[in-house]
């Protein structure tokens, strides 16, 4: 039976060293959605904390200083145990979004790009952490977040490990599975493989994505705002995705 | 099976070979049982084959460089490994991280220092494993020692430099004195507790002393005359001035913001990563410690010029480049890692910053109003200990940060040095967002540890601690390296007994480790003990009011101030130069490590307009959903200090406040916070040179009404080389302003907007070149006047802010190092549109008219149907003709200075970037 919920139940998990999960929670209250930080300690002690959720998002930071690696503490403690409850969530229908180092986990996690594929996010080919603005051209039609996009995304990048990487094998699968959900549509900033900046699972509800669209939510934002720009917030991304979980 | 216990189990090591970047690898040495399929499991972890390789227990070649941490030093990346292995159930007693770098040829031990290795923090060898640093602690604790003071002065002065206490004589005395008629022997941990309290650092001796001039009449105390300034502004936002951990403002019924600004250079001299990384981490917990949630930092860094050569560097200082690389790498990892945004800032360089490079980090904090007030502690309340655990990091930081450094100060100093631990701080950031309200009172541990923030806590109340109680990262630690070890990311907070369980199920919760030490007593006694028995047991007011108070001698500058104009013939050359210098060519390459977007608040960014690579003046924060916001400007000139360090500090104030001006920022609410980085103020002249620098700041605060909340003294700047040659920096003041806007989504930037928009300078130009940056270009070598305050600027910003928020402004832009044609021309290059200018309107002498660095000066871009208004409404509120149209926007992709000087937008543009056309 389906029950249409006005306003989706969001978790945005904070592990130690997250810390875009504030801007998450704006981006989708925002959109629409009933927004929630929990503990990274909270949902691996009680994973049924998702069964009352309709959307999950793993935000941008550093989760234990990415000391080994981005996000792989993260995914280790995610696939250690919570595995079958996040397939399971996936498999009830419920859109998740990893955002930067969200994304850096749940491609190791391997979530993404999904079974038998491979791919890693990987130091920028300029060596640096970077911050700046970048473009986002909407590409997948399969990923449930970006298929109703009509227009490109400006939002910033702000990492050191987001070239995205996978073997010939994976980037002819993503593209024939209209896996790729979004490319820098302004010039590369990382060195990532065929512009990609976010991908998504075949079933198209789980994305992840190096850039933050949760840092461009109102207009304000924009860094041409006082010459006047205005347009390509991501709201509509985080729209796309409260749309979804309303009609589980 | 994958558990062994330690006396079983031996040492492996994988060696973590990035595709990207293969001749540099990370090594990762743990000490465990160790199953095949426990390695495989454990390599899938910590290596991704499509990014790496990785190999365990490679036998080291010949020209390899091992490099790891020496003991004690905080290897994050080592816990993380143990925590890894223990979520797969492997059982790793103990991890070191390291690095392997393959070497082109055989290198002696200079040329590794000099490329590769920083003796502060690591160990290394060629060709040979170095022993991971966990095998080589020290695990004996040394027994509480007594001292004996009964000594003559010569041989008290041995004592104080031996110990590293820096204390002078009649301190020493005091310190004797007290024990003798106490009828006992002071304990190293007493000895240690004094000197760290009664440091340069944390007591700002210099700014307390007595100012005895020439002719014997004595002045009222530096900090006396700043905050005998604020009281007399007696402006009605201030909550908080000079109190505490932070200046406190309210502008907004709402909320209130908590600013303070740090130093940390001595630190960044000899480790710049550990250095700037704790520099910024400490003034966030300072932040914290104001029981206010942080929300940006700040960042003001003085380099040596990065093409300084070896052979320029005196014996013991690191190069240039290996400075600003670990600076920013430091400020940029403390700042992204705890997720707030890195904004304000400036960069300078001068030779005289090669062996002393300056860190000024800043941190701003907002918290909700109204809240009750902080009253505690009370006796009763228990010594809580947040945050990190405590090791033999940082030990004797404020001693060795009040002292001058020579060639030996890398090598004593290393224990001095911490490394940080942004993701602890975090936890502790956000476990005290929740936990406002079950505490009585709060401090951080920065320098000095737990002996000064207890012994602040403690003051006048008293505190009976138990050092056994305090988690230690490894035994081994004497009990007085616990009091005094300044180990990052630890708060203390002083707690009602009722309250302690809930704030243990929150830090639990949070996962913030907590210390029950003891408790706040009432009998004004400062007690420590070391399983029982005190080791440290001293009157409060002895630590904290028993210092003899300093007179120090000045003698004042006398600074030539006489208008003069240096020759400049190729003023198109000259405006090229000046733009591809490095104190103003483009600081993207810096700005870019750092975050500047995270929490969604950036309005006004660092770099800015059409291409965003634009120098904004000030930035403005805004909470997304909030329609007003702060602006925060810096003011900096070390060139002005040289010789006219009264005028230089009203210059500075002056570009501090017209920076937040130019962005929307409201001058009649304008807080303002100083940082003085000065050489040794025991010399008279440069002590003279503080007292006059302080005297500008206090009248400049006055006239513009802006009250100084904050402050913080960074002394004994001066390096001894090992040929006697001693190098102290120019007077450094770095001033930061903070206003309240409004209106958020209607401020302005500097970047040109419209082609035919009038541009119209404020203020008035004079010929004053002392310090000023075409000196430098050309090679003036002439002693010249430094820029003097201008009376009519306070009127001046204000009548300009009311025409900002009509709408009458479409970008404004400071004038500072380069005057106009440099202002003009960034306005061009953030613009990427042409600008035409008549010189003569602004000075009869062209050079003077495009190179003068006045103060009080600020161009404005302004719509041709305004202009007459806008001209109006500026000189009828200053009271002159401060408002001139000096120019336009122009058709063509061309800056002119009349006929003498004409440029392509696209020629400033790659001077400015320092790129190639």
């Known amino acids: 039976m389906t029950i249409a919920i006005s306003r989706p139940r969001a978790l945005v998990v904070r592990a130690p060293g997250t810390n875009r999960d504030s801007d998450a929670v704006f981006a989708l209250e925002q959109a629409g959605a009933d927004a929630h930080v929990v503990l990274l300690s909270e949902i691996l002690e009680t994973p049924s904390l998702l069964h009352n959720a309709q959307m999950l998002l793993l935000p941008g930071g550093f989760s234990f200083a990415d000391a080994l690696g981005a996000g792989r503490l993260f995914a280790l403690e995610l696939s250690t145990r919570l595995t079958a409850e996040l397939a399971a969530f996936v498999a009830a229908g419920k859109p998740v979004i990893g955002i930067c180092n969200g994304f850096q986990a749940l491609i190791r996690t391997g979530l993404l790009p999904g079974p038998n594929l491979k791919a890693a996010l990987g130091p920028n080919d300029h060596g640096r952490f970077t911050c700046e603005w970048v473009q986002l051209q909407p590409v997948s039609q399969r990923c449930i977040w970006t298929a109703d996009l009509d227009a490109d995304i400006h939002c910033p990048i702000a990492h050191g490990e987001g070239r995205f990487v996978c073997d010939d094998t ?54 041409q705002f006082i010459r006047g720009h205005r347009g390509g917030i991501g709201l509509g991304l985080f729209q796309a995705g409260v749309r979804h979980a309303s009609q589980l | ?23 540099l690898a990370t090594t990762v040495t743990i000490e465990c049982t160790l199953s095949d399929l426990d390695r495989q499991r454990l390599q899938s972890v910590l290596c991704d084959p499509l990014l790496e390789s990785g190999s365990w227990d490679t036998p080291i070649g010949p020209l390899q460089l091992d490099i790891g941490l020496i003991p004690g030093v905080t290897d994050t990346a080592a816990e993380q490994v143990i925590h890894a292995a223990s979520l797969l159930g492997i059982h790793v007693s103990d991890a070191a991280v390291g690095r392997l770098i393959d070497l082109d040829r055989a290198l002696d031990d200079r040329e590794i220092r000099s490329h590769y290795t920083n003796a502060v923090i690591e160990r290394w060898a060629t060709g040979i494993n170095v022993e991971p640093g966990y095998a080589l602690r020290e695990t004996t604790v040394s027994p509480t020692e007594l001292v004996d003071l009964a000594l003559d002065d010569d041989a008290l002065g041995r004592l104080s430099s031996q110990r590293g206490l820096a204390l002078d004589l009649a301190e020493l005395h005091v310190i004797r004195d007290h024990f003798s008629a ?22 700002h001796k210099s700014f307390r002393a007595d100012i005895v001039l020439p002719n014997g009449s004595v002045l009222e105390p530096l900090l006396d005359q700043l905050r005998r300034s604020t009281n007399e502004i007696d402006a009605s936002f201030v909550v908080s001035a000079f109190d505490g951990n932070a200046g406190i403002v309210q502008f907004t019924p709402a909320r209130t913001y908590a600013l303070k600004c740090e130093t940390h250079n001595h630190p960044s001299a000899i480790e710049p990563f550990g250095g700037a990384n704790t520099g910024v981490g400490g003034v966030i917990r300072d932040i914290l410690g104001a029981a206010h949630q942080p929300i940006a930092c700040t960042d003001i860094l003085c380099f040596g010029p990065a093409d300084t050569t070896d052979d320029q ?89 009040s002292m001058e450094m020579d060639a030996t100060t890398g090598d004593v100093a290393g224990a001095s040095v911490q490394i940080g631990d942004p993701i602890t701080e975090k936890l502790v950031s956000d476990l005290l967002a929740d936990a406002w309200h079950l505490y009585t009172a709060i401090t951080d541990c920065g320098a000095g540890g737990l002996s000064s923030a207890i012994g602040e806590l403690g003051d006048g109340v008293g505190a009976d601690v138990e050092l056994n109680l305090v988690p230690l990262k490894y035994a081994g630690l004497a009990p007085w390296e616990i009091w005094l070890s300044e180990a990052q990311e630890r708060m203390v907070v002083a707690v009602d007994p009722h309250q302690l369980a809930e704030l ?117 924060l805004a909470g997304p959903s909030d329609p007003d916001g702060i602006a925060i400007g810096i003011g900096v000139n070390p060139w002005f200090g040289l010789s006219d360090p009264e005028h230089m500090a009203w210059a500075v104030v002056d570009e501090a406040i017209r920076n937040v001006v130019v962005a929307g920022g409201d001058p009649a609410a304008i807080a303002l916070m100083d940082n003085f980085s000065w050489g040794n103020p025991t010399r008279a002249t440069t002590f003279g040179d503080l007292v006059v620098a302080v005297r500008g700041c206090c009248d400049a605060a006055r006239a513009y009404g802006a009250p100084f909340v904050s402050g913080k003294d960074s002394l004994n700047n001066e390096y001894l080389a090992a040929d006697g040659k001693r190098h102290a920096i120019p007077p450094t003041l770095v001033i930061t302003a903070v206003a309240p806007v409004a209106d958020a989504g209607a ?110 000066r600020i161009v404005c871009e302004v719509e041709p149907r305004n202009v007459a208004q806008f001209v109006e409404a500026i000189n009828v509120a200053s009271d002159t003709n401060l408002a001139v149209v000096i120019g336009s926007v122009a058709t063509d992709h061309n800056v002119h200075f009349g006929s003498q000087l004409n440029l392509t937008v696209a020629q400033l543009v790659h001077a400015f970037n320092r790129t190639t056309a």
């Not at chain 1, 002819?172 to 010039?187: C, G, H, T, V, W």
């Not at chain 2, 006398?558 to 090229?576: F, I, K, M, N, T």
């Not at chain 2, 002439?782 to 001046?796: D, E, F, I, K, Y």
Request: proline residues 7%; charged residues 15%; hydrophobic residues 40%.
């Open chain 2, 313 to 401: 560097l005196p014996d013991g200082v690191l190069s240039p480049t290996r400075i600003i690389e670990g600076v920013v790498a430091g400020i940029a990892d403390y700042g992204n890692k705890i997720g707030l945004p890195t904004v304000a800032g400036s960069v300078l360089f001068d030779p005289a910053y090669v062996s002393n490079p300056l860190v000024f980090a800043g941190c701003i904090g907002v918290a909700p109003s109204p809240r009750p007030a902080l009253t505690g502690p009370h006796p009763g309340d228990r010594v809580i200990l947040l945050g990190g655990r405590t090791g033999r990091d940082g030990i004797r930081g404020a001693t060795f940060s």
């Open chain 2, 1 to 23: 099976m994958a558990h062994g216990d330690a006396s079983t189990s031996d040492r492996h090591r994988l060696t973590l070979r990035s595709h990207h970047s293969p001749a």
């Open chain 1, 170 to 223: 994976t980037l002819a699968s993503l593209r024939s599975n209209d896996q790729i959900a979004l490319r820098y549509s302004s010039p590369n900033p990382n060195g990532s493989v065929a512009d990609i900046a976010g991908i998504c699972d075949t079933t198209g509800l789980v994305l992840g994505l190096m850039p933050h669209p949760e840092d461009h939510i109102v207009q304000r934002q924009h860094p």
């Open chain 2, 182 to 203: 106490a009828n006992r022997l002071p304990t190293d941990a007493e000895l240690e507790t004094l000197a760290q309290t009664w440091s340069e650092h944390c007591a």
């Open chain 2, 504 to 620: 243990a199920a929150l830090a639990h919760r949070h996962g913030v480790e907590l210390s029950d030490l003891g408790s706040f007593t009432g009998d004004s006694q400062l007690v420590v003990r070391h399983n029982g028995t005190p080791i440290v047991d001293l009157p409060t007011t002895f630590l904290h009011k028993g210092r003899p108070r300093r007179r120090l001698q000045a003698t004042l500058p006398q600074p030539q101030r006489a208008e003069s104009v240096p020759q400049c013939d190729d003023l198109a050359g000259a405006l090229l130069a000046l733009l591809a210098h490095p104190n103003i060519s483009s600081k993207a390459a810096v700005i870019r490590r750092f975050d500047h977007e995270v929490l969604g608040s950036t309005v006004i960014r660092p770099l800015t307009g059409a291409c965003n690579d634009g120098p904004a003046d000030g930035v403005v």
């Open chain 2, 747 to 856: 401020v302005i930037t500097p970047d040109l907007k419209g082609v035919g928009n009038s541009l119209v300078l404020l203020g008035t130009t004079r010929s004053e070149f002392g310090g000023s940056h075409l000196s430098m270009v050309i090679g003036d070598q002439q002693s010249r006047a430094v820029p003097a305050p201008q009376a009519a600027s306070p009127a001046l910003y204000k009548a300009l802010h009311r025409c900002i928020v009509d709408g009458l402004v479409v970008s404004a832009h400071d004038c500072s190092e380069g005057g106009v044609a440099v202002a003009v021309a960034e306005m061009a290059i953030a613009g990427r549109l042409g600008a035409s200018i008549s010189p003569s309107t602004i000075h009869h002498d062209i050079v003077a008219a495009l190179f003068s660095e006045s103060t009080g």
